[in-house]
C-alpha cells in the first residue's frame, strides 16, 4: 500500500471529495452559528469550524483506514502482501506513511477552514501550531486505526475501538482532573478506581493538549504542556507502528 | 408489482403518521426551567471532548438565548437570576478573558427591572473586573450604572466606583476612575446612560458587536423613560 495507492484510493472512493465538501459545510454552518454571537462572532465561528473540522478529519481517517485494510483482506491481497516478514514490515510502515500524509493534507485543510469561518487570521501562530497538532492527531488515530484493523478482523468492532480509544484520549484531561478532584470519593482517589485512572494517564496519549480552540482565539499562552504533549503523541505514534509491524510479523496467514 | 405498490404505500402512511405525531410534538409545550442549572465546568469539558474552549462558545451561545428557546420567551422577571448568576460565573471558569458573558450579562440580562435580580448582575460584574481590571474595566462602570439607576442603591454604586478608582492597573481612563460623579451628581438615568455609552464608544479599541449591542442598550434605556421594553 504505497502512497500513490492510497492516495488513488482516497479519490476512488470519494474521500477526498466529501472531506471538502463536508468542510465546506462545516464552514457555513460555523459562520452562521458564530455569527449569532452576541460579541466576538469571528471567534466563535472559528472555535466551532475547529471543533467540526476535527472531528470530520479524525472520523474520515478512521473510517479510511479500516476499510482500505478490510478491502484488501477480503481481495486477498493481504496475503501477498504479507508473503514474507520483510514485506510485511515495509507494508506497515508504508501504508502508515501514506495514510499519514493524507492525514495531514486534511488537517491543513482543516485549519483553513477554521481560519476562514472567522474571516481574518486573529492568531497566525495559534493557527499554525493548531493545524499541526492537528495533524499530529490525525496521525496518532491513523496509526491507531492501522494497528487495530491489522489485528481485529470485524471491522465494525474495529471502529468502535477506534472511536472509544479516540473519545477516551481526548477526555482524558477531564477523567484525570475528576479522579483527583478534592471532593472526589476516596475510591476514586486512591482505590482500585484511582489506580485505574493512573495508569490510564500513563498509558494512553493526551490527545486532549493537541490542537486545543483556545490556541485560535488567543494564541499559544504556555508552549511547556504543547511541546511535551507533541513529544508524546510522536512517541505513541512510534508504539503504534512498532506494534503493528511486531503483530503483523508474528500473525499466522 | 402490486407487492412494490404495497410497500410503496405503506412508507407513505409510515411518512404521513410521522408528520401527523410531528405535528402533535410541536403542539406540545416546552417541559423545564427557562433557566436550566448550569452544568459544571468539568462536564461541559467532558460533553466537548475536552475541547473548552468549543465548551465556552457553545455555552454562551445557549446563555444568551436563554429564556427564549424551545418555543416560548420568557420575560426577564420570570427568570431565575440566582441560576443565571452561576451559568456566568462557571462560564468565567472555562474562559475568564472573553467578553461574551460579561456582555450577555451587563447588556441582555441587565435589562431586567427586578431590583433584586440586577444585584445578580452587578456582583458577578464586579468579580469579573477583579480578575483582570485593566482589562475588564468597563464592566465595572456597567455595574455601577446598574447599582445606581436599576437598584438605587447609591452607596453601592459609589462602593463600586470607588474600586474602580483604586485599580492600579494601567489602561483604565480618567473619567471612568472619575465615575462617582455619575453616581453623585444629579443626573437623570437617560441623560447617565448617553453620556456613559458615549465615553465607551470614544474607546477605538471597542469591538464592533459592542459598539453596536451599546447602541441597542442605549436605545432600550432612552426608551424605557417612557416605553416598556418588550422583555422586562
Redesign the interface.
Known amino acids: 500500500m504505497t502512497l500513490p495507492y492510497i492516495l488513488l484510493s482516497a479519490v476512488r472512493d470519494r474521500l477526498i471529495a466529501a472531506i471538502g465538501i463536508g468542510l465546506i459545510a462545516i464552514w457555513l454552518v460555523a459562520a452562521f ?1 458564530g455569527s ?6 469571528g ?2 465561528a472559528t ?2 469550524a ?2 467540526g473540522a476535527r472531528l470530520l478529519v479524525v472520523f474520515g481517517i478512521v473510517l479510511f483506514v479500516s476499510l482500505q485494510v478490510r478491502r484488501l483482506a477480503e481481495s486477498g491481497e493481504m496475503h501477498v502482501l504479507l508473503a514474507t516478514p520483510i514485506s510485511r514490515t515495509r507494508f506497515v510502515i508504508q501504508a502508515w506513511a501514506g495514510f499519514a500524509v493524507l492525514a495531514i493534507g486534511f488537517a491543513v485543510a482543516a485549519g483553513g477552514i477554521a481560519a476562514l469561518a472567522g474571516w481574518s487570521v486573529a492568531q497566525p501562530f495559534g493557527l499554525a501550531v493548531w493545524t499541526g497538532t492537528l495533524a499530529l492527531e490525525a496521525v496518532v488515530m491513523a496509526a491507531f486505526a492501522l494497528f487495530v484493523a491489522l489485528g481485529l478482523r470485524g471491522m465494525i468492532a474495529g471502529l468502535i475501538v477506534c472511536l472509544g480509544f479516540y ?1 477516551l484520549t ?5 477523567i484525570l ?2 479522579a483527583r ?1 478534592e471532593y472526589a470519593p476516596a475510591e476514586a482517589k486512591d482505590g482500585v478506581v484511582g489506580r485505574a485512572v493512573d495508569l490510564l494517564g500513563l498509558v494512553l496519549p493526551r ?2 493538549l493537541l490542537a ?3 490556541w ?3 494564541g499559544i499562552e504556555a508552549t511547556g504542556s504543547v511541546g511535551l504533549a507533541t513529544l508524546q503523541a510522536v512517541a505513541y505514534t512510534l508504539v503504534l507502528v512498532a506494534a503493528a509491524v511486531f503483530d503483523a510479523r508474528g500473525r499466522a496467514l | 408489482m402490486s407487492g412494490r405498490v404495497a410497500w410503496l404505500a405503506i412508507a407513505a402512511l409510515g411518512l404521513a403518521a410521522s408528520a401527523g405525531l410531528g405535528t402533535q410534538l410541536d403542539a406540545r409545550k416546552p417541559r423545564g426551567a427557562a433557566v436550566p442549572v448550569p452544568p459544571t465546568p468539568t462536564a461541559m469539558r467532558a460533553e466537548a471532548l475536552g475541547d473548552g474552549q468549543f465548551a465556552f462558545r457553545a455555552r454562551s451561545l445557549q446563555l444568551q438565548h436563554l429564556g427564549n428557546l424551545g418555543g416560548r420567551i420568557v420575560p426577564y422577571k420570570d427568570m431565575d437570576y440566582a441560576r443565571l448568576e452561576r451559568w456566568f460565573r462557571r462560564l468565567d471558569a472555562l474562559d475568564a478573558r472573553s467578553d461574551v458573558v460579561p456582555m450577555s450579562a451587563a447588556l441582555l440580562f441587565g435589562g431586567t427591572q427586578t431590583q433584586a435580580d440586577v444585584r445578580h448582575v452587578t456582583a458577578y460584574l464586579a468579580d469579573h473586573v477583579r480578575r483582570d481590571p485593566g482589562r475588564k474595566w468597563r464592566w465595572m462602570t456597567h455595574a455601577i450604572y446598574l447599582a445606581r439607576y436599576k437598584l438605587d442603591d447609591n452607596a453601592h454604586a459609589l462602593e463600586l466606583a470607588r474600586e474602580l478608582a483604586g485599580f492600579e492597573a494601567p489602561g483604565i481612563p480618567g473619567w471612568a476612575r472619575n465615575l462617582r460623579v455619575l453616581v453623585l451628581a444629579d443626573m437623570g438615568r437617560t441623560q447617565a446612560a448617553r453620556a456613559l455609552v458615549g465615553k465607551l464608544l470614544d474607546s477605538d479599541t471597542m469591538p464592533p458587536a459592542e459598539r453596536r449591542w451599546l447602541r441597542h442598550f442605549l436605545e432600550r434605556e432612552l426608551r424605557s423613560g417612557g416605553d416598556s421594553p418588550v422583555r422586562r
Open positions: 452559528a449569532t454571537s452576541i460579541a466576538e462572532e471567534a466563535a472555535v466551532f475547529g471543533f473519545a481526548r477526555m482524558l484531561g477531564v482532573a475528576i478532584s490527545l486532549d486545543e480552540s483556545r485560535l482565539v488567543y
